[in-house]
């Protein structure tokens, strides 16, 4: 089954991804990660988003789709995909169901992690201590842009998947087993839909 995490940055979407991927074999596919490794590599793709990711905008819905429509057509992605933080607008998502209707794929479920704004600042701050401050949009005034993009062009995703049958939310703020105890049973039940 492919699926989409949905949900605004630090909801939490990269480890319940990582779970799904080594529970059930599924692959992970971030955007997020695929363009800061096209930076961090020196591409000229990577330098074409550094400046438009730092400063917490969106790259162009041509390259990210670009990326993607290469990605799944990896022999690995046959198993099922997780897409983390992709489509991120509504062109995104009206591209990704071409793609995958071309190759009779779909997706079968989206799955939002429900959070506040304010939980959502302190725990990438958090993250940002971690990781010792290697993402340069992890600051506190990033973050708010970052939030801002969510609310204004990606929320309208949670409309568009509603009107398909596919949207599933759970509660993000629980913790982590909770949230993916949650996601199982979600994945179960439209896993077993005739
Ligand atoms: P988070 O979910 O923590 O905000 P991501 O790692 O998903 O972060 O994305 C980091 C940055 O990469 C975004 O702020 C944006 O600049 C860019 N990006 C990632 N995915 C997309 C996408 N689908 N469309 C446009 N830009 C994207």
Redo the contacts with the bound molecule.
Sequence with gaps: MNLILFG????G??TQARILQDGRGLVQL????M??AAVAAGTELGKA?KA??DR??????D??VGIIAERIEQPDCAKGVIF??????VP?AEALDRMLSERGWKIGAVIELKVDDEILVGR?ETRNRETGGTRA?DTPETLRN?LA??HKNTAPLLTFYQGQGKLHSVDGMAPISQVSAEIAAVLDQVGGRP
């Design positions: 605004p940055p630090g909801a979407k990269g971030s955007t997020g990660d363009l800061r988003c438009i990711m917490g905008d969106l790259v162009s819905d390259i990210v983390d933080g992709f489509p991120r607008t995104q990438v949009d970052r993009v969510y």
